[in-house]
């Protein structure tokens, strides 16, 4: 029998698109990093509907992300180190609000910093 997928053990598209939401509004009230989402021309719903669909794709969902790449949306933007590690921080802290399991944190954390030499100075 195969292992279940990371997507069905976060509890498949509502329980990842409720975490996201929480991301997002981690990242609107953290300080580090909340002047860059002041900016964002996206609306917060499309941010969330956005990734929403990238996390679902890659953790093995049906869903198809129609964003753009990672290399595409963060290019211009010059992300510090530190700012990447911010994203990291309110990740994991909707993570753990939304009771996501230590081993599906960890393998979300791991997804996102695999992202990181797309998205930090580019
Ligand atoms: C693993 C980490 C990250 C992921 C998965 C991620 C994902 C995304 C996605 C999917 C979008 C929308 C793309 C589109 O418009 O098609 C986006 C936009 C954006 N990202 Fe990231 N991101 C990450 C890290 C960061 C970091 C470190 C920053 C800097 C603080 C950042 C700032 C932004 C901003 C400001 C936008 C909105 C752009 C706009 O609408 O004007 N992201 N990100």
């Known amino acids: 029998m195969s292992e279940a997928s ?5 509890g ?3 329980k990842i698109k409720a975490f996201v939401a929480d991301i997002l ?8 990093i909340s002047p860059r989402y002041s900016q964002a021309k996206k ?9 929403t669909a990238l996390i679902c ?12 790449s990672m290399l595409a949306a963060h290019t211009g933007m010059n992300v510090a ?8 921080d309110d ?14 944190q960890a393998e979300m954390l791991a997804i996102a ?3 990181k030499a797309e998205i930090v100075h580019q």
Do not use: C, W
Not at 6 to 10: A, F, H, V
Not at 57 to 68: A, F, I, R, S
């Open 6 to 10: 990371l997507y069905e053990r976060l």
């Open 12 to 14: 498949g598209e509502t």
């Open 25 to 32: 509004k981690n990242h609107q009230n953290n300080p580090v």
């Open 43 to 51: 609306s917060d719903e499309e941010l969330i509907r956005l990734v």
């Open 57 to 68: 794709q890659g953790t093995g969902g049906p869903q198809t992300y129609d964003g753009m």
């Open 81 to 88: 180190e530190a700012e990447f590690v911010a994203v990291l």
């Open 91 to 104: 990740i994991l802290a909707a993570l753990r609000k939304h009771g996501v399991g230590e081993r599906e």
């Open 113 to 115: 910093y695999g992202m």
